[in-house]
């Protein structure tokens, strides 16, 4: 899809991304915490390099200019032009390693072709998509590109991000957050709050179960369902522990040790399923 804008949801989306510091998230509060845990799940599922991989849904390009310098050939594609420009910059910084392409586009109709790609990123799209539908179709995109036995690493917002949130940073005592807290309760269907970007955009936030379900019925085989930050967000100053070599091994470790626990799931703001084509 070349030039103009991609619409996706009923333009907020776009808006919010347009206003937010989407490239600063990942060196933030938890951010780091959120970069580390995914770059090791996607170093442990990716078919080792050289290979393809598209990155949908890529935003400002962190995670394809890192796999760039590990060797793949790395497409991104995302619907938000600021990102797309970031990405671009990003990859014009790292000269010994670019991008391969950074596009416009939609995770729902991708540009590439059939079984031309070794893994597919889908770390955002499915939790702007709000109905299952768009997701179905974006993970059966995801299939059509992938050559068989390619991996595709899809990421969701868990359906008790918000709640946690909540508890942590006081935001239960907004009216707003609660009325807002309450239907991700319920239905998994978040909302922000108009021209205030403080609560997040239009999402859906999974349940494990759910995604697990739409990844099997768009073709794949599951190989795993993981915690990203765990239950990791509670540690007292994380920013110091994740800065001291030692103490940020042990904690990768914990967390690591209970990835796959379905009863901690629900603590951890995001998880990944991994799945083969
Ligand atoms: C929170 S950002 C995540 C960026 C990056 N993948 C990461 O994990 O840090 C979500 C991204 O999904 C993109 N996105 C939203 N809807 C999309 C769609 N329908 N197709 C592709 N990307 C989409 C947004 O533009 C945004 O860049």
């Given at each position: ?53 598209l990155?949908v849904g ?19 594609i ?29 995770a ?14 889908l770390?955002?799209p ?152």
């Amino acid at each position: 899809m070349a030039g103009g804008q991609v619409p996706v949801g009923g333009g907020e989306i776009l808006s919010y991304y347009e206003g937010i510091d989407e490239a600063g998230r990942l060196v933030r509060g938890a951010g780091p915490l959120e970069f580390a845990r995914m770059r090791e799940l996607i170093g442990r599922f990716l078919p080792a390099p050289p290979g393809v991989v598209l990155d949908v849904g890529g935003g400002p390009g962190r995670y394809a200019c890192w796999l760039t310098e590990l060797g793949y050939e790395v497409h991104l594609i995302d619907p938000v032009a600021k990102h797309v420009e970031q990405a671009r910059e990003a990859s014009g910084a790292q000269p010994e390693h670019p991008l391969a392409s950074v596009m416009l586009g939609d995770a729902r109709s991708l540009d590439q072709a059939d079984e031309s790609a070794d893994g597919v990123l889908l770390m955002g799209p499915l939790y702007h998509l709000t109905e299952r539908d768009d997701r179905l179709a974006a993970l059966r995109e995801a299939h059509r590109v992938l050559r068989p036995g390619g991996m595709v690493i899809t990421k969701a917002i868990n359906r008790f991000a918000s709640l946690m949130d909540g508890l942590t940073e006081s935001y239960i005592d907004d009216p707003n957050f609660v009325s807002i807290l309450r239907r991700d309760l319920e239905d998994g269907q978040h909302r922000g709050l108009p021209d205030d970007f403080g609560y997040f955009t239009t999402a859906f936030f999974h349940r494990p179960e759910d995604l697990e379900a739409a990844v099997l019925e768009a073709g794949f085989e599951r190989m795993g369902t993981y915690a990203v930050q765990g239950p990791g967000r509670v540690a007292r100053d994380l920013d110091g522990r994740l800065a001291d070599p030692v103490k940020r091994e042990q904690l990768l470790d914990l967390i690591r040790s209970v990835e796959e626990e379905r009863s901690l799931l629900g603590m951890s703001a995001h998880f990944v399923v991994v799945a083969r084509a």
